[in-house]
């Protein structure tokens, strides 16, 4: 169930009005509808998805009440609750991997390997809930909440359709009281809502999917294409994926608000950061704090020597690229930005200049504009399927011919009212939630975007990018 699909929109005003339409003193009864729009959002896409996701559940949730009451015992329940979950994702979605690298590297020293392999089909955003899990597991054992004696309550925050399949990945403080207590219908906040939800429409169906037609024809075979093209092409998908995802976002964020929870923010405009250490503060914030929190901090933090710190850096930007998908790619992803970011923390780099107002105007500009391109640049692995491909269209920007017009200029008009709405609304969660606009203007802006969402509709209708991790 696709969020730009009418099924997704017949579900959610189904749900809204069942979750309003019970008495806000009976808050228990909306969390018992929620779990089960929420399993009957998670299997349609397929049913034999469920069990995992209620093993999760039950595993987590019981380990994590065994770890409160028995305070001695807490590391030995934590660590199984975490092993389950890694060991849940590990089997899905990295078996066949690690399996395939044990045998590549056997083979390079002359041994034959012969090793199990599994044909798993990947539950989707597996990547997300298990991390929710973890997460409350932690949390529990360091004593920063106490864990829910509700069942429900605690199934609802695993398992809470707006942000399951894709995020944000949610802390159980952050979560988990709003399921615990009486929700109040807010007219302002579904309005703010319902907005947030037409722009992710927006980009999701106009933006996303249009760039996606003109990426897969520019990129699809790299020795016919001009340097140029390619160029163009991979900033394209740099655009395409954050039009992606972080429409996603909003239509979660906005679903939620309907039903009077609040999600956390997941972009903040990354594509207008000063340097790339800003801007992956700005990118799937969500899942950059679940890392600092679990994985960088723990390590040591910034708070050991320089080498130590960029060492630290490094390892949670390979995780992180390992977290999106089991191939090397993304692995090299993720230290291309570690690297960056690293030399950002070298350098303490400032997004701000000073001096001559228009000279400082001109860095900020600058600035913006080149961490764009070093993030264009480092998202090319992200989306070749192997080494082999990568370093075929690294060679085929450095040799093919450059200096031409290339293929897909007419889709920079469609990029440059992107960039200009989400400058505009940059001061914002997202760029339409503040519109100083009379009624009117405000409505012919939403008959214009629900027209060109129809009309692309039409067209095509695309998976979100992040549904495969």
């Known amino acids: 169930m696709q969020f730009d699909t009418l099924i997704y929109a017949f579900f959610l005003i189904i749900v809204f009005a069942m979750y309003w339409a019970i008495p806000r003193q009976h808050y228990r009864l909306q969390n018992c509808l929620i779990l089960a729009a929420s399993y009957l959002f998670y299997g349609w896409w397929d049913y034999r998805f ?13 380990l994590a009440l065994a770890a409160a009451r028995h305070r001695r015992l807490s590391k030995l329940y934590t660590s199984l609750s975490v092993t389950f979950s890694l060991g849940v994702l590990a089997t899905f979605k990295y078996f066949g991997f690690f399996v395939e690298t044990l045998q590549q590297a056997a083979e390079a020293l002359g041994v034959a390997l012969s090793l199990p392999t599994l044909r798993l089909v990947l539950p989707i955003g597996i990547s997300f809930y298990t991390f929710q899990a973890i997460s409350y597991a932690v949390e529990v054992h360091r004593r920063t909440m106490q864990p829910t004696t509700d069942p429900v309550t605690f199934a609802c925050y695993i398992a809470f359709f707006p942000q399951l399949v894709a995020g944000p990945i949610e802390k159980p403080s952050q979560l988990i009281p709003q399921f615990a207590a009486p929700r109040t219908f807010c007219y302002a906040q579904a309005v703010i809502g319902m907005r947030q939800i037409l722009w992710g429409l927006a980009k999701k169906v106009v933006v996303a999917n249009t760039l996606a037609s003109y990426v897969d024809n520019m990129l699809y075979n790299p020795l016919s294409q001009t340097a140029s093209t390619l160029i163009l092409g991979n900033i394209f998908f740099a655009i395409q994926i954050y039009a992606d995802f972080s ?6 964020i906005g679903s939620a608000r309907l039903l009077g929870i609040r999600l956390t923010v997941n972009f903040r405009y990354p594509y207008f950061s000063h340097n790339m250490a800003e801007l992956w503060r700005r990118w799937h914030i969500t899942l950059m704090n679940w890392f600092r929190d679990y994985v960088y901090i723990p390590l040591g933090g910034s708070r050991c020597s320089l080498a130590r710190t960029c060492a630290n850096i490094l390892v949670v930007y390979a995780l992180s690229g390992l977290w999106h998908g089991a191939n090397f790619t ?3 992803w993720g230290l291309l930005n570690g690297t960056l970011v690293a030399a950002c923390h070298i350098t303490k780099a400032r997004p701000h200049g000073t001096g001559n107002p228009v000279q400082s105007r001109m860095r900020r500009a ?21 080494i082999a491909n990568y370093q075929m269209m690294l060679q085929c920007i450095a040799h093919n011919q450059l200096f031409c017009v290339p293929n897909g200029i007419t889709a ?39 027209a060109a969402i129809t009309y692309c509709l039409g067209f095509n209708t695309i998976q979100y990018i992040y549904f495969q991790f």
């Open 247 to 252: 429409a996603y976002s909003d239509i979660a």
């Open 366 to 386: 600058t600035a913006i504009a080149s961490t764009f391109l070093a993030a264009a640049f480092c998202f090319i692995p992200f989306r070749c399927y192997s």
């Open 330 to 332: 993304f692995i090299i």
């Open 50 to 62: 469920l069990a995992l996701i209620a093993a999760t559940t039950l595993v987590t949730y019981t």
């Open 412 to 450: 920079l008009p469609l990029v440059a009212a992107l960039f200009a709405v989400e400058w505009l609304g940059r001061h914002h969660d997202f760029a339409l939630e503040r519109m100083p606009a009379s009624a009117w203007q405000r409505f012919a802006i939403y008959w214009f975007l629900l």
